[in-house]
Every structure is written in C-alpha cells, then in structure tokens.
C-alpha cells in the first residue's frame, strides 16, 4: 500500500509541476514520418531469404572470435524471461508525459510519436532478419530446440533487444526534455538502460544471439527512441524542414 501511494504522491508532484509538453506534433512533418514508419514496417513482408534446409552440423570456427567468446546453448527459460521483460518494458515511456496527464496534445504526440518509432524500429530489425541468414548461436551447440524451426536462421540483429533499447531510449530522451530539474533524472536513465541491458545479457545467454546480434539491435532501438523525439521537440520546426520533391520528400536536419 505505502508503495502505491508513493508513486500517487509522486506523479501528483509531477503532474502540478510540469503542465505543458515540450514536444509536440505537426501534421506536414508527420504524415511524413508516419508515411515513412508504415513504409519501412511494410517492407519486411516482401524480403525472404531462408535456407532451403536446416544444416547437419555447423562449425563454431566460422564464427569470428568476438562472437565465439559468448556461445551458450538453448536455455528457454532465459528466453522466456527476456521476451516478457520486452513487452514490460514498452510501457515504460508513459512515465514522461504522466506529467501532463491534462493536455491531450500531449497524449496524442507522444501516442504519435512512440508509434513512428516502434513502428521504424520494428521494421528495420525484421527488414535485416529476413534479408540477411544468420544461424542463432544453439545451432552451433546441439541443433534446432523444439519450437524454433521458422526462427533459427533470424539471428542478426537481435530485435529483443532493438524493442529494449528504443524503450530505454525514448524514456530517458523525453524525460530530460520534459523535467530537466527532476531529481529523478539519473534513476529513471539508469533505470530503463539498466533493464534493456539485462534483456541484452539474457538474449546471449539463453543461446538465441551472439554479442553483435545485441549491439546492432542495441544501435537500432537507439537511434529511433532519439530522432523521432528530438524532430517533435517544440523548438525543433527551425532545425526540420521537410520539402516536396519532384521524386519524393526531401528533408533538412540541422543538429
């Protein structure tokens, strides 16, 4: 009970202190961008590169060193855990507009903003799995576990962890724009990292990735939970500019 009525106390704080977003959204730019997400999460649907038959044997000595150094076999359980501590994980961002739980322009950039992001996120990861064969770390350590017959050629890039990582990355940029006085600050960074480096750890250790599988997808989720904050930011209008083209949309990024 004392927990739940600290965290009350906490977003009531919150709440009174912060009223207005610092993001917002416009809608020229985000037809684009959401033009833009729809397009890159589509994509994947029309690229298949699988091979033809499950290899006999594997040879571990293909595998450059960095990657060899980390080889785990199967371990369900860690791949159980990491999977749902994903889906948890992409709640996390609502905690920076919980103090503008007033303004619905808030609501609708964030709601706008988060899913151009998933959506860009999701479809870069899956757009490199299906393009690129890449066989998970447990077919070099006893074959195909029961359960991933259509899944064991999808190891680059780890998409786990890019989902993390755009969490983790999404919530500790918004925050800082958004409460830039908050003692709260480091907690919630160290925090979401934190989490999305514990699902990192658990996708090489329950044998579904090797350590660049995780870096890439890592790199992904980054980069996505930043950009598309930073291009919804109130001051951000002067820095964008998005322009038709005669064979497309041309658009200027000053950092």
Known sequence: ????????????????????????????KDIIIGGLSLGVFA??????????????????????????SLMFSYNK??????????????????VS???????????????????EAFLLTFGTKDLLKNAIIRYRPYMYEGGVPAGQENDYHNSFPSGSTSLAFLSAT???????????????????IIGGYSLATA???MRITSGAHFITDVLAGAAIG????????????????NNVTVNVAPYGFLVSLKL
């Not at 590169?49 to 290899?55: D, F, G, L």
């Not at 409460?179 to 907690?187: A, F, T």
């Not at 996505?224 to 951000?236: Q, R, T, V």
Request: hydrophobic share 40%; charged share 15%.
């Open 77 to 94: 359980s860690l791949d159980t855990i990491s999977d749902y501590g994903v889906y948890g994980m992409l709640v996390l961002p609502i």
């Open 170 to 188: 999404f919530l500790s940029a918004t925050f800082l724009q958004e409460y830039p006085d908050s003692n709260w600050k480091l907690p919630v």
């Open 222 to 237: 980054s980069f996505y939970g930043w950009i598309i904050p930073f291009l919804h930011k109130n001051n951000s209008k």
């Open 97 to 115: 507009v919980i103090g503008n739980g007033n303004d619905i322009n808030a609501w609708l950039t964030y709601g706008i903003m988060y899913t």
């Open 1 to 28: 009970m004392k927990k739940y009525l600290f965290v009350f106390c906490f977003c009531l704080a919150t709440y009174s202190l912060y009223p207005q977003s610092v993001f917002t959204f416009d809608l020229k």
């Open 43 to 68: 994509s994947p649907f029309f690229v298949e590169n699988k091979p033809s038959q499950i290899p006999d044997s594997l040879n571990k000595n293909d595998i450059n060193d960095f990657d060899r």
């Open 199 to 201: 699902v990192s750890a």
